[in-house]
């Protein structure tokens, strides 16, 4: 007869179908309540600031929404992907779950690139409807297409990974697949690039706007919020790659993935929102965060010109240099306040 501690000591495997490594999943749980908070939370008081300015949605506005519902998409097949084997071993789960989890596990490459690329076309267009000026425009044109080319990339590749691609899902069907180390540097190594680029392209154009250093400290910060989104573009590299080395057993070993996975996306909705929130902690007398926007190529002119220019909550500005034929920013809906002590002699900014 058993004792009493034989009989009440668990029968089953750490992580099996039935009881699953808790820790595990706490770990993901945690990770989607952040993931769908901070994501949500960001946009709803993007739009709640351009409202409180009177503005209306601009095409940024727009692609970061679509990142939002990338996002929603991308986290609500993570919680099904719980229901179906995460956490527990793969020899444990049955083969109507494991087909399941397979087959959101192939969607979810696709899903999750497209809500990357929506957050860095929504970065381009703010940065293109801010900093008009020629070289940006160039610039910002450029990393659409390399963008715009690496989703086109990952999804050609990502259908491609087997064949037939029931294979993905299926292992027992006769076919090969790529080796996915290669798919997720691919994958990756383009994304942190890209990154590295969006963090580095404002600065020269912020630090040559006629507004006090210590505005442009604080402006170039909010622009380098981004690069905690490259610190999770990494983890999450190497974590793929780590996954690969572990074996076979990916329900019980891919959970740190999709928890950067998740980090990564929400917190890239979070930088992309940031310049925008000004409105809802006024600072000064003036909105400093609400917009900067630039004008076109100025011709070259005999002296200098302060030019005042309309925006819907009123008040506005622009500094046009002469003597030389470039570009002038305008400061725009109080993002800025620009230096006006070279001005003391020119015409008053006028409300429009």
């Known amino acids: 007869m058993s004792s009493p501690d034989e009989s009440s000591a668990p029968t089953w495997t750490e992580g099996d179908f039935e009881h699953p490594n808790q820790k595990l999943r706490r770990s993901m749980v945690i990770a989607l309540v952040f993931a769908y908070t901070l994501s949500t ?59 399941v989890y397979f087959q959101l596990g192939f969607a979810n490459a696709f899903i999750y ?19 008009a000026v020629r070289h940006m425009t160039i610039a910002v044109n450029f990393m659409f297409g390399f963008i715009a080319l690496w989703v086109v990339g990952v999804y ?24 996915p180390a290669k798919f997720y540097y691919g994958m990756q190594i ?3 690039i890209s990154d590295i680029i969006l963090l580095i392209m404002p600065m020269n154009v912020v630090w040559t706007l006629p507004i006090p250093k210590s505005q442009k400290m604080l402006l170039s910060g909010v622009f380098l919020v981004g690069g905690l989104t490259l610190i999770f573009d990494i983890f999450r590299l190497i974590a793929m ?6 074996g076979p057993d990916i329900t019980y070993n891919q959970v740190p993935v999709i928890v950067w996975t998740c980090i990564e996306a929400a917190v890239g909705i979070m ?26 190529n100025v011709s070259e002119m005999s002296s200098r010109t302060l030019v005042s220019l309309g925006n819907p909550g009123g008040t506005v500005t622009s500094i046009a240099t002469s003597h030389k034929k470039s570009d002038s920013y305008v400061i725009h809906q109080g993002l800025a306040e620009p230096q006006y002590e070279d001005y003391k002699d020119e015409r008053a900014m006028e409300r429009v």
């Open 156 to 179: 050609v590749a990502g259908a491609l990974l087997c064949i037939p691609v029931s294979k993905f899902w299926n292992p027992s069907i006769e076919g090969a697949c790529l080796d």
């Open 241 to 246: 790659i780590k996954l690969v080395e572990m």
């Open 190 to 192: 383009p994304n942190i």
């Open 113 to 131: 690139t497209g809500c990357i690329a929506f957050i860095k076309f929504s970065i381009l267009a703010l940065y293109k409807r801010l900093f």
């Open 41 to 99: 939370l960001s946009v709803a008081l993007r739009i709640l600031a351009r409202k409180m300015t009177g503005s209306k949605l601009f095409m940024d506005d727009y692609l970061i929404m679509m990142a939002l519902f990338f996002k929603y998409a991308c986290s609500s097949g993570v919680v099904v992907l719980l229901f179906n084997g995460m956490g527990s071993h793969i020899t444990m789960i049955p083969a109507k779950n494991l087909l």
């Open 271 to 296: 930088a992309a929102c940031l310049p925008n929130l000004r409105p809802l902690f006024k600072l000064g007398k003036r909105n400093f965060w609400s917009n900067l926007r630039s004008s076109n």
